[in-house]
């Protein structure tokens, strides 16, 4: 065991057009999902905190899916306030997916396929409620892997996510 040595170089000592930014976040009106969304958290079996910018302990992610803690097994989204709040919707959705989907895997090699599950989630569910997703693409396209079927494949599972996150929504 060791460290070898290894070339690095900084972004400064690159040259060319800065590469472009990819858009990624939703937009549309969501004034009234957001509340709609953690109203609805209770009986999709979740607990929401939105947390301030500044109290975010999760790095760039917008939002995260956990434990409470070993004894309590009920699932924590939590989700970085903004004011853009169809991208807000979508994380929650995202999250909420995760909860729904994912919450008691623990298999680290088949995580891009829970992306890819979580975000086709929040795609249909943020299409369903008139928010332009089309950001979710470039998501999707990160987190694919070789297989061309891996959302094929899945689609019975983030379908029935998605109408019931929809479902409850609604029906609140």
């Known amino acids: 065991m060791g460290f070898k ?7 400064s000592q690159t040259e060319g057009e800065p590469l472009p930014e990819l858009e990624t976040e939703a937009t549309g009106d969501a004034e009234d999902l957001v509340p709609a969304l953690t109203d609805a958290a209770d009986e999709l079996g979740v607990t929401v905190r939105i947390v301030d910018a500044d109290e975010w302990a999760h ?3 917008k939002g995260v899916c956990k434990q409470r803690d070993i004894h309590d097994f009920t699932p924590i989204v939590e989700a970085k306030a903004r ?4 991208d807000l ?3 929650l959705i995202h999250e909420f997916a995760h909860a729904l989907l994912h919450f008691d895997v623990d298999d680290k090699a088949e995580r891009s396929k ?3 599950e979580a975000e086709a989630v929040a795609y249909i569910v943020g299409r369903f409620f008139g928010l332009d997703t089309s950001g979710s693409a470039f998501y999707l396209a990160a987190w694919q892997n070789d297989d061309p079927e891996v959302i094929q494949d ?3 599972r983030f379908s029935s996510t998605a109408q019931e996150i929809i479902h409850v929504v609604v029906d609140n």
């Open 154 to 156: 899945r689609l019975g």
């Open 59 to 61: 790095g760039d992610a």
């Open 89 to 91: 919707a979508v994380t």
């Open 83 to 86: 004011t853009n709040q169809a």
């Open 5 to 11: 040595p290894a070339a690095v170089f900084d972004v």
């Open 114 to 116: 829970r992306e890819v």
